[in-house]
């Protein structure tokens, strides 16, 4: 069974940084991208930040120049480096990896880690 196995997280001070981790655990054959998403209360989750296999990444504008996302794809691992966090930054967020096959001609499907709380305090 394929699953997602995220570290990082926490409390941290207006300003700081936090590192979040994500690893795949189990055995594939591919997969399309990875990325980190998060949901506050009362809201949608959004997509924070993203990185193909090929190594192209994407940001949400209020992240940009403050975080940085970074994957190994021998590794099937993907993290996100936060710097200069906000308070509008406190969330929770996952890990997500799109297009996950564990064989050739098999479906994709995508897979979701729990979830890690960051909270950013003024």
């Known amino acids: 069974q394929v699953q997602l196995v995220e570290s990082g997280g926490g409390l941290v001070q207006a300003g700081g940084s936090l590192r979040l981790s994500c690893a795949v655990s189990g055995s594939i054959f591919g997969l399309k991208s990875m990325g980190w998403y998060r949901q506050a209360p009362g809201t949608e989750r959004e997509l924070v930040a993203s990185?193909?296999?090929?190594?192209?990444?994407s940001y949400v504008d209020s992240v940009k120049g403050r975080f940085t996302i970074s994957g190994d794809n021998a590794k099937n691992t993907v993290s996100l480096q936060m710097n200069s966090l906000k308070p509008e930054d406190t969330a929770v967020y996952y890990c997500a990896a799109e297009g996950v096959t564990i064989a050739p001609m098999l479906p994709r499907r995508d897979v979701w880690g729990q979830g890690t709380q960051v909270t950013v305090s003024s």
């Open positions: 990185i193909t296999s090929g190594g192209t990444t």
